[in-house]
Nanobody, 119 residues
Framework: QVQLVESGGGLVQAGGSLRLSCAAS????????MDWYRQAPGKERELVGA???????NYADSVKGRFTTSRDNAKNMVYLEMNSLKPEDTAVYYC?????????????WGQGTQVTVSS
């Protein structure tokens, strides 16, 4: 089992920045992906950005150039730096972890943290 705890959400004006953190604990595989999803009101949950244990990243087109995800493997922490925030970035942001062991996928979610961007 892996536990994930997000922090850093809050209120920010359009154009501002926030830094989200996710702390992972438990039975963490050395090879894994930690990623960020968000769910806005009335919308499906969508992938925002992901980073592998090797540092390979990918991002949703809507946040490329504005958001950066990074990780500290020694601390089992992942971060999402959000810049040039827009009202459409308003959502609950979730930290997610997954790995593959013997061909099976293991996936865990954090509880979410609210990000609200005002215009």
């Amino acid at each position: 089992q892996v536990q994930l705890v997000e922090s850093g959400g809050g209120l920010v004006q359009a154009g501002g920045s926030l830094r989200l953190s996710c702390a992972a604990s438990g039975s963490i595989s050395s090879i894994n992906v930690m990623d960020w999803y968000r769910q806005a009101p009335g919308k499906e949950r969508e992938l925002v950005g992901a980073i592998t244990s090797g540092g390979i990243t990918n991002y949703a087109d809507s946040v490329k150039g504005r958001f950066t995800t990074s990780r500290d493997n020694a601390k089992n922490m992942v971060y999402l730096e959000m810049n040039s925030l827009k009202p459409e970035d308003t959502a609950v942001y979730y930290c997610h972890y997954y790995t593959y062991l013997s061909g099976s996928r293991y996936s865990y979610w954090g509880q979410g943290t609210q990000v609200t961007v005002s215009s």
